[in-house]
């Protein structure tokens, strides 16, 4: 189901808000430097931002923390930098007003944000936000294109933040992908998927695993030196 995203700014932040009825208290998240405020249906706007403001030190300590951490991200989310995405890279377009999440536009990610240095982990975010929603839409569809040549058929398909792996399957057929592969080329994100669905055949990396891949993707080794060399090199 593809809800309407929600936003509320925080004090120097964005925070999409999740509405659910699955729970019954509010759950603030930093992920990735990313927030959100996961909501019972029907929590009313004041009260969400009463929440973020509680929690406004925890948050910006997170956001804070994640960026120490990640040196390696060198990006300046200023405008001309490019993102790859499906191995083709779009040119950033920040504009300045009030908060609109990340948009392609005629080649261009534009993305609105308040003036201020201080808003541009909310690029970040933003740009996080895009990749995960648009990962999560083309990783399905190719789940659902290649479920069919593998011959098995998954129980669910998610996206996750993973430090090091590509995706992960459970016993129980379950897939899940890491976001970031959508930043490779087309054939490398195929490649992803059916090594993942082939793991539902065989879940380990047995010879019998590998011959399944081939018979499904002649030129998998090829994919698999890409990520070996390039895939350290996807990140927002
Ligand atoms: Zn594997």
Request: no cysteine.
């Given at each position: 189901m593809l809800v309407q995203a929600e936003y509320v700014e925080g004090n120097g932040f964005i925070a999409e808000v999740i509405r659910t009825n699955r729970i019954k208290t509010a759950d603030v998240r930093v992920e990735e430097g990313v927030v959100s405020i996961v909501v019972p249906n029907g929590l009313p706007d004041a009260r969400i931002s009463q929440i973020l403001k509680k929690k406004n030190e925890w948050i910006k300590n997170k956001i804070f923390l994640h960026r120490e951490h990640n040196p390696?991200?060198?990006?300046?989310?200023?405008?001309?930098e490019s993102f790859a995405y499906l191995g083709r890279n779009y040119r950033l377009k920040v504009v300045k007003g009030t908060f609109t999440p990340v948009k392609l536009v005629q080649g261009r990610l534009v993305v609105t944000v308040p003036q201020g240095?201080?808003?541009v982990h909310m690029i970040h975010n933003a740009l996080v936000r895009w990749y995960k929603h648009h990962a999560e839409l083309k990783l399905q569809e190719k789940v659902k294109r290649y479920a069919a040549v593998v011959g098995v058929d998954p129980s669910g398909v998610g996206i996750k933040t993973f430090k090091s792996r590509w995706g992960s399957c459970s016993t129980h057929g379950h897939i899940d992908f890491?976001?970031?592969?959508?930043?490779?080329?087309n054939h490398i994100v195929d490649y992803v998927v059916v090594h993942e669905l082939c793991h539902l055949k065989h879940?380990?990396?047995s010879p019998k695993f590998w011959k399944e891949v081939e018979r499904v993707m002649p030129g998998y080794l090829d994919c698999k030196e890409w990520l070996k060399k390039f895939g350290g090199g996807l990140w927002v």
């Open positions: 390696v991200n060198a990006k300046d989310y200023v405008s001309g240095s201080e808003y890491n976001w970031k592969i959508i930043m490779s080329p879940h380990d990396h």
